[in-house]
C-alpha cells in the first residue's frame, strides 16, 4: 500500500498550493480520506475529511479556505488550500481509514511552508 502525497512547497502568505494523495495497493473507493498536519513542537490534528459518500469535515480553522476532494477513477485525493496563513505551515500528510474503519494507512508528509 502507498499514499503518496506531493505539492507542497513555499508559498507567501494570501497565496494557494493544491496537494494531491495518489494511493495505490488498496480498493481506493473502500476508503474514508483525510488530510492531517503536523507544525513544528506540535501535534498532528485533522484538517479535512471526505469520506467513500464524498460528505466532507473541515478543521475550524481552515473552513472557507480549503477544499478536499478525491477521484475514485484517479485514485486520487486533493486538497486545495487559498488564503494560505504562515499558521499553516506544516508536513501534510495523508491517510486511508477503511470504511469498517478497521485499518489505516499513512503516507510520508509533504511540507508546506507559509511565509508573511
Known amino acids: 500500500v502507498q499514499l503518496q502525497a506531493s505539492g507542497g512547497g513555499v508559498v507567501q502568505a494570501g497565496g494557494s498550493l493544491r496537494l494531491s494523495c495518489a494511493v495505490s495497493g488498496i480498493i481506493f473507493s473502500l476508503y474514508h480520506m483525510a488530510w492531517y498536519r503536523q507544525a513544528p513542537e506540535k501535534e498532528r490534528e485533522l484538517v479535512a475529511a471526505i469520506a467513500t459518500n464524498h460528505n466532507t469535515d473541515y478543521a475550524d480553522s481552515v473552513k472557507g479556505r480549503f477544499a478536499i476532494s478525491r477521484d475514485n477513477a484517479k485514485n486520487t485525493m486533493y486538497l486545495q488550500m487559498d488564503s494560505l496563513e504562515p499558521e499553516d505551515t506544516a508536513v501534510y500528510y495523508c491517510?486511508?481509514?477503511?470504511?469498517?474503519?478497521?485499518?489505516?494507512?499513512w503516507g510520508k508528509g509533504t511540507l508546506v511552508t507559509v511565509s508573511s
Open positions: 491517510k486511508a481509514t477503511h470504511i469498517t474503519r478497521r485499518t489505516n494507512f
